[in-house]
């Protein structure tokens, strides 16, 4: 089973960009749709945005326009360009490959993100 492994996070100021990373072990992209997901303190994992094995991509209302999913075919990595960001937008990152609707690999330990002044 492939791995995926997360990278990027850091402390950005409000307003800040960051650009996250999700590396596979193996070739998946043209299987699964990739996904980002967060999960802030206290509060459940919520989806932020997906690409298909198409290539289209799909956001959360509360990312619409500030954030960007990509990936690259060669490196076998998803991206999350994270532009305007604000203090809401602090959590823990996690990205996976989803089939059927489901999650197909184990949530790694993601990347935190933290906003704040």
């Known amino acids: 089973q492939a791995q995926l492994v997360e990278s990027g996070g850091g402390l950005v100021q409000p307003g800040g960009s960051l650009r996250l990373s999700c590396a596979a072990s193996g070739s998946i992209f043209n299987i699964y749709h990739m996904a980002w997901y967060r999960q802030a303190p206290g509060k459940q994992r919520e989806f932020v945005a997906t690409i298909t094995s198409g290539g289209s991509a799909n956001y959360a209302d509360s990312v619409k326009g500030r954030f960007t999913i990509s990936r690259d075919l060669a490196k076998n990595t998803v991206y999350l360009q994270m532009n305007s960001l604000k203090p809401e937008d602090t959590a823990v990152y996690y990205c996976?490959?989803?089939?059927?609707?489901?999650?197909?690999?184990?949530w790694g330990q993601g990347t935190q993100v933290t906003v704040s002044s």
């Open positions: 996976n490959g989803f089939l059927g609707g489901r999650p197909r690999f184990d």
